[in-house]
């Protein structure tokens, strides 16, 4: 089968590799530009285009698909390239309907939740926010909508009580490139059951903001712990901001403000229930990531202090 893979960041790589190393032919790869990044601002190319590189196949970075030359220029080259199925993950352009009908089996998206739940940019990020218990993968069929069109095959996993976003996002991602595989060999078989989406099941997981790292410690524990573990979170420590990537919820109720470190010895922070939250992974403003072990050996907490 002769496909055309559209796809950007990290999470889109594995779907990729897994159609470069199978029988079909991947015709080309459509990927964002590059960006400048570091102090030169040199280009950097996205992680799909290096690996396409890699595989010596011919990749395109239009700067949009719905208008302008570079929509011309796109459209031609995929009618001179007439793929059988074009496969979308993560690419972050929206397809116009002259491309979603151009294909002989259309256009399939790999999605990072367990559809109708969680459409849109920020998914994984979001079931974190939300303390779910479980997520998956979904192959759909693409439509004009945002992530609305039918479902073809889904594989759920449950999500880990102390699982970070990092973590969950690198395991979504091989499993995305597990539901394509099986997706791709039951279109050609011709064994696909599509089910259509229940609109009232739905709900939507715009993108992330930076404010919403902002710990705020009149919340529970609970939710303290997932924003840590969906966006990572921050707090002010003595005038600096103190990154926090890893957290568990402490064992029994404790008596002081809220934002007060009550365990020095763990870095524990009380919280809006009473329960308290256990930093595991900081970054102190300047510094590197680290351990909060390492931290506590260089930084002498007071009981009692409060984060804001």
Known sequence: MKIVFMGTPDFAVPCLRTLAESVHEVAAV?????????????????????????????????????KGEDANEAMRILSDIAPELIVVTAYGQILPKEILELPKYGCINIHASLLPRYRGAAPINHVLLNG??????????????LDTGDMLIKRATPIGENETYEELYARLSAMGGEVLAETVEAIENGTLSPEVQDDSLSCYSPMIRKEM????????????????????????????????????????????????????????????????????????????????????????????EILA
């Open 213 to 304: 790292s902002a710990l705020d410690f009149s919340k529970t524990a609970a939710e303290v712990h997932n924003t840590i573990r969906g966006v990572t979170g921050f707090a002010m420590l003595e005038g600096k901001r103190l990154k926090v990537f890893r957290s568990e919820i402490a064992e029994g109720v404790y008596n002081a403000g809220n934002g007060a470190v009550v365990d020095t010895k763990r870095f524990a922070v009380k919280c809006g229930d009473g329960r308290a939250v256990i930093f595991r992974e900081v970054q102190p403003e300047g510094k590197k990531r680290m351990n909060t072990e390492d931290f506590l050996r260089g930084k002498k907490l007071t009981e009692g």
């Open 30 to 66: 459509f990927t964002q530009p590059d960006k400048p990044k570091g102090r030169g601002y040199k280009l950097i190319p996205t992680p799909v285009k290096a690996a396409a590189l890699e595989y010596g196949i011919p990749v395109y970075q239009p700067l949009s698909l719905r």
């Open 132 to 145: 779910e218990k479980e997520t998956g993968v979904t192959s759909m069929q693409m439509g004009e909508g």
